[in-house]
């Protein structure tokens, strides 16, 4: 196996998911409301938004029953945030949507 991956013989890819659109997904699937018409899993959306909640540290959301797509976009930013503040990431994961730093 390491002489494969190594070697000059073998040809390499990896596919990248753009990000906004795997986020949007994500909400669409885990988090959305019922009036969205989106297919949503139900059984796990509880579970989800406990989970989006902690890494928030927003637990007046913790009983939701579900999130509208601009609360699901401020959980993320509060999460970005904390990251940002707390560990050594590149500076262009804590770039903000308007230019700015989050820090």
């Known amino acids: 196996m ?16 753009d990000p906004v659109s795997r986020a949007i997904s994500g909400w669409k699937s885990k988090l959305a409301c019922d009036s969205t018409g989106y297919h949503i899993d139900r059984r796990d959306r509880p579970v989800a ?12 959301l913790m009983n939701a029953s579900c999130l509208e797509l601009d609360q699901f976009a401020d959980e ?3 999460i970005k945030y904390a990251i940002c503040s707390r560990t050594n990431v590149t500076l ?7 230019g700015g730093i989050a820090v």
């Open 2 to 17: 390491n002489r494969a991956v190594s070697s000059d013989d073998v040809f390499r890819f990896s596919l990248v998911r």
């Open 49 to 60: 938004i406990r989970e989006l909640c902690k890494l928030s540290g927003s637990p007046y």
């Open 76 to 78: 993320l930013n509060k």
């Open 92 to 98: 262009l994961d804590c770039v903000t949507s308007d």
